[in-house]
């Protein structure tokens, strides 16, 4: 197979323009194109007005060799590279059914939890996995409960329970971690096949939105259940149970249960999200190598939809096939810090995303037609160790649940969110009402000053960003958009060293992976991250060697 890439045609071409250019650029008859494929297609909208779509293209041709021979060292042709997943093992039943066999523990059913299931279950070796929140549709109850009631489970909620972080989420499914193995092209042929639309496999920015995300979780649940491998919900891992080698190293032996059950364990996954502290203070409790880690905090800020489709596509807004307009800001402010936009939600919501009593936090999501009136995004700054939270691995969870807590309480204690107009943050008076935005947040907002909620140096360098943004994208700074606080999830505020095996530094047998361990940040990243580790747990397994 041949792959063309950059294949650049105009918003409104007509179907037989790919194929036109496909044979012109490899310069053959049109008979002698066998069959093609779009792997991939985004836009270029750097020219308002003039938006291109860009191809990759996989091509069969007749005399395939001969093409690519002449074409030798002609840019953006050459062969296809195999994407295809090739398991590190497929006999893993033959471990499995030995007397006293001790099945791979995953702790967490988050994108990369179910993803190094999935690949344990499909490899064999009959996981288990143990997640402290509710089954999906339960724990979709009682994220509502928050929304609509001001109701908090502290174990079933935005953050915890089936699915992970990203249930209630965009399901934007695109990341820039490396990957030359494509596991991300495993990840998506596993979305597609538990329910997710076959267009993530080609465009280059695919989304799948919450209604999907919640099914396609069941699927891969029964998925895993079918292979053999089991489920255990409402189950919080609260201790672990070390043994020492005789070579002096610390090993895992076992889970302890919040109920008190142990469960005997040798492998152990660790997918716990950036959002289990208790379980990250135990970790450190115990010695696990941990490190602090930098991070980013700030609010959401939200737009009418039609005024980011105006400022990004112009004329072109509205165009079905470029959809609702997202964006991506970044800002070196004076006082040395970076400003970025972080998960924007076009079409979305922001929702309430706190696992703590007494803690407001923000976040986004949308459905998958991204049809809501407003854009949201994060506009986050970023907070390094030391610097902004001296005192060790767990000091940036300290300093989240404080501005978390103070955003709490100037929401006014029931878990509205603190707002503020941009207008009035950029002029460094509160807000006593809202404009011609309204804001998504659920259970509400109270207008207010959103200085209170975070350190003054986010708030600077946030204003001059403000500022900047809206010199690049018209409108981005008008008065009436709404910021909501606090943003502080961003991704996790430490992280949990892992050799080359897959293992923790000083742990044999705990496997820290995805987001909370520090090894991914999003939900593509987290699933790629749990095919990593769940490879590395069965290698190790075998006592075959696993080459990181
Ligand atoms: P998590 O998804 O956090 O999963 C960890 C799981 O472990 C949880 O289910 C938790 O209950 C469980 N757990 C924790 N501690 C224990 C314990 N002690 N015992 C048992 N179980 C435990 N990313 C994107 O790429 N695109 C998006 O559009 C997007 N939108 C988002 C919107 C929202 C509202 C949120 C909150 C996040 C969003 N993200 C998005 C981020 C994404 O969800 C995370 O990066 C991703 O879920 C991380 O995956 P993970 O498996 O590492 O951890």
Same mark, same amino acid.
């Given at each position: 197979?041949?792959?063309?890439?950059?294949?650049?045609?105009?918003?409104?071409?007509?179907?037989?323009?790919?194929?036109?250019?496909?044979?012109?650029?490899?310069?053959?008859?049109?008979?002698?194109? #066998?069959?093609?494929?779009?792997?991939?297609?985004?836009?270029?909208?750097?020219?308002?007005?003039?938006?291109?779509?860009?191809?990759?293209?996989?091509?069969?041709?007749?005399?395939?060799?001969?093409?690519? *021979?002449?074409?030798?060292?002609?840019?953006?042709?050459?062969?296809?590279?195999?994407?295809?997943?090739?398991?590190?093992?497929?006999?893993?039943?033959?471990?499995?059914?030995?007397?006293?066999?001790?099945?791979?523990?995953?702790?967490?059913?988050?994108?990369?939890?179910?993803? *190094?299931?999935?690949?344990?279950?499909?490899?064999?070796?009959?996981? #288990?996995?143990?997640?402290?929140?509710?089954?999906?549709?339960?724990?979709?109850?009682?994220?509502?409960?928050?929304?609509?009631?001001?109701?908090?489970?502290?174990?079933?909620?935005?953050?915890?329970?089936?699915?992970?972080?990203?249930?209630?989420?965009?399901?934007?499914?695109?990341?820039?971690?490396?990957?030359?193995?494509?596991?991300?092209?495993?990840?998506?042929?596993?979305?597609?096949?538990?329910?997710?639309?076959?267009?993530?496999?080609?465009?280059?920015?695919?989304?799948?939105?919450?209604?999907?995300?919640?099914?396609?979780?069941?699927?891969?649940? *029964?998925?895993?259940?079918?292979?053999?491998?089991?489920?255990?919900?409402?189950?919080?891992?609260?201790?672990?149970?070390?043994?020492?080698?005789?070579?002096?190293?610390?090993?895992?032996?076992?889970?302890? #249960?919040?109920?008190?059950?142990?469960?005997?364990?040798?492998?152990?996954?660790?997918?716990?999200?950036?959002?289990?502290?208790?379980?990250?203070?135990?970790?450190?409790?115990?010695?696990?190598?941990?490190?602090?880690?930098?991070?980013?905090?700030?609010?959401?800020?939200?737009?009418?939809?039609?005024?980011?489709?105006?400022?990004?596509?112009?004329?072109?807004?509205?165009?079905?096939?470029?959809?609702?307009?997202?964006?991506?800001?970044?800002?070196?402010?004076?006082?040395?810090?970076?400003?970025?936009?972080?998960?924007?939600?076009?079409?979305?919501?922001?929702?309430?995303?706190?696992?703590?009593?007494?803690?407001?936090?923000?976040?986004?999501?949308?459905?998958?037609?991204?049809?809501?009136?407003?854009?949201?995004?994060?506009?986050?700054?970023?907070?390094?160790?030391?610097?902004?939270?001296?005192?060790?691995?767990?000091?940036?969870?300290?300093?989240?649940?404080?501005?978390?807590?103070?955003?709490?309480?100037?929401?006014?204690?029931?878990?509205?969110?603190?707002?503020?107009?941009?207008?009035?943050? #950029?002029?460094?008076?509160?807000?006593?009402?809202?404009?011609?935005?309204?804001?998504?947040?659920?259970?509400?907002?109270?207008?207010?000053?959103?200085?209170?909620?975070?350190?003054?140096?986010?708030?600077?360098?946030?204003?001059?960003?403000?500022?900047?943004?809206?010199?690049?994208?018209?409108?981005?700074?008008?008065?009436?958009?709404?910021?909501?606080?606090?943003?502080?999830?961003?991704?996790?505020?430490?992280?949990?060293?892992?050799?080359?095996?897959?293992?923790?530094?000083?742990?044999?047998?705990?496997?820290?992976?995805?987001?909370?361990?520090?090894?991914?940040?999003?939900?593509?990243?987290?699933?790629?991250?749990?095919?990593?580790?769940?490879?590395?747990? *069965?290698?190790?397994?075998?006592?075959?060697?696993?080459?990181?």
């Amino acid at each position: 197979m041949i792959r063309l890439t950059e294949i650049r045609l105009p918003l409104d071409h007509p179907p037989e323009a790919l194929v036109a250019d496909i044979v012109r650029r490899l310069d053959i008859a049109q008979d002698d194109l #066998l069959a093609h494929t779009v792997f991939r297609r985004g836009y270029d909208a750097r020219r308002r007005g003039a938006i291109m779509l860009v191809y990759t293209v996989d091509c069969t041709v007749r005399d395939e060799d001969a093409v690519l *021979a002449r074409l030798a060292g002609t840019p953006h042709v050459g062969p296809a590279p195999d994407t295809d997943y090739h398991f590190v093992m497929r006999d893993g039943a033959a471990f499995a059914d030995r007397p006293g066999y001790r099945r791979p523990v995953v702790i967490g059913a988050g994108p990369c939890g179910l993803l *190094a299931g999935l690949l344990l279950a499909q490899m064999g070796l009959r996981p #288990l996995i143990l997640e402290r929140g509710k089954v999906v549709r339960e724990r979709t109850v009682d994220t509502f409960a928050l929304w609509r009631k001001s109701v908090l489970t502290p174990e079933s909620n935005v953050q915890f329970g089936e699915g992970g972080a990203g249930t209630f989420s965009d399901g934007k499914l695109y990341s820039q971690v490396s990957d030359p193995r494509h596991y991300g092209r495993k990840v998506l042929h596993e979305f597609v096949k538990a329910g997710a639309p076959e267009e993530i496999l080609y465009l280059s920015k695919p989304h799948i939105g919450t209604f999907r995300l919640v099914s396609m979780v069941e699927h891969i649940r *029964a998925e895993i259940e079918a292979l053999g491998g089991s489920y255990r919900f409402d189950t919080r891992v609260e201790d672990i149970v070390l043994a020492t080698d005789a070579d002096g190293m610390r090993r895992v032996a076992g889970l302890r #249960l919040a109920d008190g059950e142990e469960i005997a364990a040798d492998h152990v996954v660790l997918a716990v999200g950036h959002s289990a502290r208790d379980t990250f203070t135990m970790l450190h409790a115990h010695g696990v190598a941990m490190e602090a880690k930098p991070f980013s905090i700030g609010v959401r800020i939200e737009h009418p939809q039609s005024v980011i489709d105006a400022a990004r596509f112009g004329p072109q807004a509205g165009n079905p096939l470029l959809g609702a307009a997202d964006y991506r800001l970044v800002h070196h402010a004076t006082n040395g810090r970076a400003v970025y936009s972080f998960c924007m939600c076009p079409g979305g919501t922001v929702v309430a995303a706190t696992s703590e009593e007494g803690r407001v936090v923000t976040n986004g999501m949308s459905q998958y037609s991204r049809a809501e009136r407003n854009a949201n995004a994060g506009i986050v700054v970023g907070v390094t160790p030391e610097a902004d939270y001296p005192g060790g691995p767990l000091a940036g969870i300290a300093f989240q649940r404080h501005w978390e807590r103070q955003a709490f309480l100037a929401g006014g204690g029931d878990y509205r969110a603190p707002a503020q107009r941009v207008g009035d943050f #950029l002029a460094g008076r509160p807000s006593t009402h809202l404009g011609a935005v309204e804001p998504s947040y659920r259970p509400g907002v109270t207008p207010t000053d959103l200085s209170a909620c975070l350190p003054d140096f986010v708030v600077l360098a946030m204003r001059e960003a403000l500022a900047a943004f809206g010199r690049e994208l018209n409108g981005f700074d008008m008065a009436d958009a709404v910021l909501t606080g606090v943003e502080t999830r961003t991704s996790s505020p430490l992280r949990i060293p892992r050799g080359p095996d897959g293992q923790c530094t000083n742990v044999a047998g705990l496997y820290p992976a995805g987001e909370g361990a520090g090894y991914a940040g999003g939900i593509l990243s987290a699933a790629i991250d749990g095919i990593r580790v769940a490879e590395a747990v *069965a290698l190790t397994m075998a006592g075959r060697p696993v080459d990181g």
